[in-house]
Nanobody, 125 residues
């Protein structure tokens, strides 16, 4: 059974930092790209970052580029999202997602496979 378990969210002041973790199990983690999306109430789901299976290729949405960093440790079956210089508009539920395909960093919903349960990030002004 594929499982993705996120953690690391919380309440932080504007300008602060958090590191989100997503621990994967039930599949060959090192063979699949992973992605992060976020969803805030009354806002569209937003793809924010993705990483290739070996970690050598990373992608970012313009809204987070330069502030967020994605990484992974295949020895720990874990993907990370480091959030820096947080802003109130970053408040959302953050989800990690496994790619359907081994060769594609998922950026569109039809490329998403399994989702975690999400971790809430709240940024106060």
């Amino acid at each position: 059974e594929v499982q993705l378990v996120e953690s690391g969210g919380g309440l932080v002041q504007s300008g602060g930092s958090l590191t989100l973790s997503c621990v994967a199990s039930g599949f060959s983690f090192s063979e699949y790209p992973m992605t992060w999306v976020r969803h805030a109430p009354e806002r569209r789901q937003e793809w924010i970052s993705g990483i290739s299976s070996d970690g050598g290729d990373t992608r970012y949405a313009e809204s987070v580029r330069g502030r967020f960093t994605v990484s992974r440790d295949n020895t720990k079956n874990t993907v990370y999202l480091h959030l820096n210089d947080l802003k109130p508009e970053d408040t959302a539920m953050y989800y990690c997602i496994k790619s359907v395909l081994k060769a594609v960093i998922p950026q569109r919903s039809n490329e998403y496979d399994y989702w975690g349960q999400g971790t809430q990030v709240t940024v106060s002004s």
